[in-house]
Every structure is written in structure tokens, then in C-alpha cells.
């Protein structure tokens, strides 16, 4: 399995930027994806999570600004992020794990990562 993020870069606080993921593997309907991320000297955390039964969780940091969605027919995982703060500044990775439910930890397939800069 192997994923590819894209969708970083600029953007001013207040604004919006959406993520995507793509990942090449036949099984991706039934993978758990998660959109993680690490500030500058900051450990990596899970942002926001979507099972394959399409339940979703999120970090209390990013409830209600950011969305994670799936399209199972485009093997695509989205972060849509709006509101965005400086605080937000991460480089952004995708994750896909086998495990049921939304793991927090222990993904099994990762993404390069995408970097995110937010100005204010």
C-alpha cells in the first residue's frame, strides 16, 4: 500500500485548505485512514480520523474547523481545513491502518507528508 498526500502550503489564518491522500492498494475500502501531524519540536498527533464505516473523530484542537472525508471509488482520504490558525503550522501526513474501528496509534502505512504554513 503506498500513499501519496498533497494539498499543502500556504495559507492565512482565517482561510481554508484541503488535503488529499491517494493510495494505491486494491483493499483501501476497508482500511481505517488518519491524517496526523508534527509542529516544529512538537510530537506527531492524530488530527482527525475516518474508519472504513466512515465514523470520524477529531482532535478537540480541530473539532469543528476541519473535515475528514472518504471517497472509496477515487482510493482518496480529504482533510478539509477551515479556520485555519497559526497553531495549525504541521507538516501533515496520511495513514492507513488494518485495525477496526479509528486507531490512535500504530498505523500501518504512511504517507511522505505535506507542509502546511498558516500566516497571521
Known amino acids: 500500500v503506498q500513499l501519496q498526500a498533497s494539498g499543502g502550503g500556504l495559507g492565512q489564518a482565517g482561510g481554508s485548505l484541503r488535503l488529499s491522500c491517494a493510495v494505491v492498494?486494491?483493499?483501501?475500502?476497508?482500511?481505517?485512514m488518519g491524517w496526523f501531524r508534527q509542529a516544529s519540536g512538537k510530537e506527531r498527533e492524530l488530527v482527525a480520523g475516518i474508519s472504513w464505516s466512515d465514523g470520524t473523530y477529531y482532535a478537540d484542537s480541530v473539532k469543528g474547523r476541519f473535515t475528514i472525508s472518504r471517497d472509496n471509488a477515487k482510493n482518496t482520504v480529504y482533510l478539509q481545513m477551515n479556520s485555519l490558525k497559526a497553531e495549525d503550522t504541521a507538516v501533515y501526513y496520511c495513514?492507513?491502518?488494518?485495525?477496526?474501528?479509528?486507531?490512535?496509534?500504530?498505523?500501518?502505512?504512511w504517507g511522505q507528508g505535506t507542509l502546511v504554513t498558516v500566516s497571521s
Open positions: 492498494g486494491r483493499t483501501f475500502r476497508r482500511y481505517a
Open positions: 495513514a492507513a491502518s488494518g485495525r477496526n474501528g479509528i486507531p490512535r496509534t500504530n498505523y500501518d502505512y
